[in-house]
């Protein structure tokens, strides 16, 4: 199974909304606070939640489970 990363930051409800959809999906994600470091805030400060996986691939908000589903498979 692929190794996720789920872009995200303290108090961000889209973001647990996406933790919700990644635990219903059994994902195996790290959650990664963007607010720890600096690049990171530059570049997804206004695109979290942001999945992306052990290729680069990303998954921007909004997604759902079929979405995430149909990401994952490709």
């Known amino acids: 199974m692929r ?6 930051t303290a108090g961000c409800h889209l973001c ?5 959809i990644l635990d219903a999906a059994a994902c ?11 690049s990171l805030m530059e570049r997804y ?4 939640p942001v999945v992306r ?3 680069g691939r990303e ?3 909004p997604f759902d489970g079929t979405q995430l ?3 994952l498979a490709s």
Not at 29 to 37: C, K, T
Not at 45 to 48: E, F, K, L, P, Q
């Open 69 to 71: 589903a149909s990401f």
């Open 53 to 55: 996986d052990d290729a």
């Open 3 to 8: 190794q996720l990363v789920l872009y995200t």
């Open 45 to 48: 400060g206004v695109r979290i």
């Open 59 to 61: 998954l921007g908000w």
């Open 28 to 38: 195996d994600y790290s959650p990664v606070d963007i607010a720890d470091d600096l």
């Open 16 to 20: 647990e909304h996406a933790e919700a």
